[in-house]
Every structure is written in structure tokens, then in C-alpha cells.
């Protein structure tokens, strides 16, 4: 699926202690109320409160929000995904102007739109994805639009379905290295597929920003994570966010280790070094992650007054 920022936050197996980097207050604050009572009036659906993500208060009081079409049952299985598997509802042809005329109301300066994998439709969804992003643009064209997809199979067509309305940013989670693949993903998403799937957003006539993210804790070694690096940068992937792992009920992978927060700055060190445009490492990073927000934010302001590029 797209896995939907998916890093959660729920509960680990009792036999695991969470460290105390872990721990996070509840969410408070003006900005933080404004768009949750909002959220309720309209019936959004978010990442934010369904993943139980422990930046849900910086990021709605900062002016970003991540939310999820589609529905809410996927049609794979991922291990690691907290997600309902099964067979999903009908999509709602009015869903993608609702949300974006709930994203106006919300004055977002950011939104991360999301989805379950619906390998049900012929085209994965791919046009539902293109109709929010045009209705997005056309109602808040001050809002940044980022797309966090599935791999649609790697069917091109439908990855030019996305791209050609014309996302600010488009992520693709390859989530773990390539040897866990097949135990973290479902079968159908393979780690060279996520690669090519990235490539070809990068290579395509709009000049998108492309974007990943990995989670770490679930056996990986630095080794194998240093070459999902140099994999990530050899097909132009210009944004990476790495997070801690945890286990969202008995019934899916454990964690295998805790990540130290030296550790994960450690690892922001190295990937920096392959060129990366940003990286946001940390415990608590998740695929949509204010920082990363922000600085993808302040690069396409710098680039709309001729003062940087697309690479």
C-alpha cells in the first residue's frame, strides 16, 4: 500500500520497553484545536489521528496535515501496517472536491495526500489521486501539495496519471532495505519496483520533487542501510525521512531494536553524503514530517524567486 505515514505510535508488545526518547505529550495548543474540530465537522480522514502520530500537534498547529483517500481497507497486507485488509467500499466521486474544499477551510500551507493501495480499480486509483490534486490546486493554489502514493503495480500510465496533475512533491515509501523486503512488505511490492516506480516520477517532463522513507528497528544492518542510500540517490530521490519502528499490536513484526537518537543522527550524517536534499532522521520522524515540510516549503519559495532549481 502507500502506507500511509505508518510509522505509528500505538502500543509495542508488552515485553518491549519504549525508551524514554519515545515518550511524547498529548496534543494541545490553538492551532492544534482549530483543525481537529474542523477534521470532525467534515469528516476528513487522517493519518495524523488514525496512525496516532506523535507530531499531530506540530504539524496541525504549524499549518500541515496528512490525509487519506480512498477509504480505509487495503487490498495487501504489509506486516509492518496497521492498516484493515479486505475488500474496500466503492470510491466516492465527490470525495477529492470535499477535501479540498475542507484544506481551504483549514488554511493549510501543506498537505500530504495518502492512500490505501486499491489494487481493485483498473488503474489502482490513480485518477481519483489526480482529481484531489487538481481540485487542491484550484482551490487553495497557495497550498503545497505533496502525494505520498502506492506503486500502482509500476504500471507507468498511472504513475503519469499522478504526475501529470501536477503534485509539488511526489513519495513513494521503499519503508525497509531490500533483503526485508518481502517480510516487512506484501508480496506485491518489491523493493526494485518502489526504485523504478521512484525513477521514472524523477525522469518525467513535470520535474517533480521525489521523496522516501525508511523505517528502522526491524533487523536491518548499517551496511544494508548505507546502500539503500546510494540506491535511493542513484535514481534522483531528493528528499529521505528515517523513523524508528514500533510495533502497532501483537500480530505484526516486533522491533528488533531501539534506534538511539546519536544513532539516528549518525545515519542522517552518512546520508547527506550522497546528496540528498534533505534528510530528517530521528525517532520520531515520520514519512510526513513538519521539518521536512518546512524545508521543502522554503525550497520552492527560493526556487519561484529564480534563486534555486529543480534537481
Known amino acids: 500500500m502507500a502506507t500511509p505515514d505508518r510509522f505509528p505510535l500505538p502500543q509495542v508488545s508488552e515485553s518491549t520497553r519504549k525508551p524514554e526518547w519515545l515518550k511524547v505529550r498529548l496534543p494541545s495548543g490553538d492551532g492544534y484545536e482549530r483543525v481537529k474540530s474542523i477534521v470532525r465537522r467534515t469528516k476528513l480522514s487522517t493519518v495524523c489521528e488514525e496512525a496516532r502520530c506523535p507530531n499531530i500537534a506540530e504539524c496541525w498547529g504549524g499549518g500541515t496535515a496528512t490525509v487519506m483517500l480512498m477509504g480505509e481497507v487495503c487490498t495487501r497486507a504489509c ?128 520535474k517533480l520533487y521525489t521523496k522516501t522513507s525508511i523505517m528502522v528497528g526491524l533487523g536491518e544492518t548499517d551496511a544494508e542501510l548505507e546502500q539503500t542510500f546510494k540506491d535511493l540517490r542513484a535514481v534522483g530521490v531528493d528528499v529521505l525521512t528515517l523513523g524508528q519502528y514500533l510495533q502497532p499490536s501483537q500480530y505484526h513484526l516486533r522491533v528488533e531494536r531501539f534506534v538511539t537518537p546519536q544513532q539516528f543522527a549518525d545515519y542522517k550524517t552518512l546520508a547527506e553524503s550522497y546528496g540528498f536534499l534533505y534528510v530528517a532522521s530521528g525517532p520520531l520522524v515520520r514519512s510526513s514530517y513538519r521539518a521536512a515540510e518546512f524545508f521543502m516549503k522554503g525550497l520552492m519559495e527560493r526556487e519561484r524567486l529564480g534563486l534555486a532549481g529543480n534537481t
Open 79 to 206: 506486516r509492518f501496517c496497521h492498516v484493515k485488509v479486505g475488500a474496500p467500499p466503492p470510491l466516492d466521486p465527490m470525495e477529492p472536491i470535499h477535501l479540498a474544499q475542507a484544506v481551504k477551510e483549514m488554511d493549510l500551507e501543506y498537505i500530504v495526500v495518502t492512500s490505501v493501495n486499491r489494487d481493485d480499480r483498473p488503474d489502482g486509483g490513480a485518477s481519483h489521486f489526480a482529481s484531489a490534486i487538481r481540485e487542491l490546486r484550484q482551490h487553495s493554489p497557495k497550498t503545497i501539495v505533496e502525494v505520498l502514493i502506492p506503486d500502482f503495480k509500476g504500471v507507468e500510465r498511472d504513475l503519469a496519471t499522478v504526475a501529470e496533475a501536477r503534485p509539488h512533491v511526489v513519495a513513494h515509501n521503499v519503508e525497509t532495505v531490500e533483503r526485508l523486503t518481502p517480510t516487512v512488505r506484501d508480496r506485491r511490492a518489491t523493493y526494485r519496483q518502489s526504485l523504478k516506480v521512484l525513477e521514472y516520477l524523477k525522469q518525467r517532463p513535470e
